[in-house]
Structures are given as C-alpha cells and as structure tokens.
C-alpha cells in the first residue's frame, strides 16, 4: 500500500524525518554563552585606526617591548602558542593534572572554545593586522606566523577568563593565578604578536565574559561539579 494512504505509516516517516533533523540538536549540550554576548564590537572601543598618531605610538610600543624581550620571554611566549587551563599549574600545584581531571578538562576547554569564537567575531569585524605585518621587521619566520587578525587578542581574551575562574576556584592562590593570566597575553606582546592595545582589550573582554557565563545556570552547575572534582583531587594528593 503506498505510504499516503496509510496514515499510521506516513506518521511514522515524518516521525523519523523529524528525529533525523532534531536528534543533534537534543545531543547538543547547551552554550555557556548565547549567541552573540557578550558582543565584543557593542563593548570594546575600535582600535588605532591606520596611519593614525595613535597607531604609530601603538607600534612604538610594540618594537620597544619587542627589543626589550629576553630569552625567557621568548621561550615561554612559544611554550604558550597552545596553552590550556594546566598552564596554570605552577601556580595551583602538583595535583593539577589533565590526566587526573577529567571533568576540569572538558569544562575548561569548553569555556576556551566559546571564549575563541567571541574573540574571532572582534578580529573579523576590525581586521587589525597584526604589527609584523605593518612592520615586517618584527618577529621570525613566516612559518610561525598567525594568519588571523589582531584585535582582540585571543591569548589575552581565554587567559584572562581562564585565570578569574580559577582564581574563584582557588583563591588562596589567586595573585599567582592572574599573574600568569596577564603574562600569558603580555609574551604575545614581547614576540609582536600583538599590540598593547590588542591585549588590554582582550583583558576587558575577557571580564565580561566571565559575566555572561556565571549568569548561565548551566555554567554555574558545571562550575560546581569541577570545584567537587578539584577539591577531592587536591584532598588526595
């Protein structure tokens, strides 16, 4: 019997048509951020524009800094071209583990992934290139270079968020925990990577990021199930 004149039948094809266009929106977990907030052009001010006094003072302060920068600087900028929330170790202590954190992992790389996505609809919308770029003099090899815009920066959006909930997590150890949140965006600086005012900007975002996620209950339950998992790990070691 062909399927329009079986009405139970024709039921059941739309029911899996349905499922077929539903089911990975349902194995979805919900966003920590809604869609577009925060909205880093609403909030952020423009950066230098081209030829602009501004800009030129921008980039003197890039190539100073840039001189200025020491071997160490510059290793621990490599070390943090991919960084996650475990860079952060030295300053939580030796029980801090992606191994051992299996909850933590997943929750912070989450929150970094969302955090990425909010700092790239800033760089789309501004283009900012990137000082080697105005100055090629600056920097290494091409190989090493970044082909994504500069303002905001994304090192300094995800440290600066990564570093406030971890300080929240452990604030007996917050002033190490920032320090090397604010370093982490500062090293982009020292290898030219990015401007002082792309930094402070990624510091402001990053703020109103942590906003927006501690606003969403979803983010609030998660955030207490990797205290739960941090607090016995660390009872542990």
């Known amino acids: 019997m062909p399927i329009g004149k079986n009405p139970r039948r024709l039921c059941f094809f739309v029911f899996l048509g349905w499922l077929a266009l539903v089911a990975p929106l349902l194995a979805q977990e919900p966003r920590y951020l809604a869609a577009g ?50 860079t952060f170790a030295p300053a939580v202590g030796t029980f801090f583990q992606s191994g051992k954190l299996p909850k933590t992992t997943a929750f912070f790389e989450r929150v970094s992934a969302e955090t990425e996505a909010v700092t790239t609809v800033g760089k789309e919308f501004w283009k900012r290139p990137r000082p080697y770029v105005v100055e090629p003099s600056l920097g290494a090899g091409g190989a090493e270079m970044e082909k ?9 959006t995800r440290a600066t968020v990564l570093a ?48 927006e996620l501690k606003a969403n209950p979803a983010f609030v339950s998660a955030f207490a199930e990797v205290k739960a998992e941090l607090q016995a790990a660390q009872r542990a070691d």
Request: a neutral charge; zero cysteines.
């Open 148 to 156: 994504s815009f500069s303002y905001p920066s994304g090192h300094s």
């Open 37 to 86: 907030r925060p909205d880093p052009v609403a909030l952020l001010a423009p950066p230098p524009l081209p030829g602009s006094a501004e800009q030129a003072a921008d980039l003197a302060s890039t190539i100073a800094v840039y001189k200025a920068r020491t071997p160490q600087d510059e290793a621990a900028a490599h070390a943090e071209k991919k960084f996650s929330i475990f």
């Open 164 to 211: 406030l909930l971890l300080a929240e997590l452990f604030p007996e150890k917050q002033e190490g925990i920032l320090a090397i949140g604010r370093n982490i965006g500062w090293h982009r600086v020292q290898t030219a990577r990015h401007y002082p005012a792309d930094i402070y900007a990624g510091r402001s975002l990053g703020q109103a990021i942590v906003r």
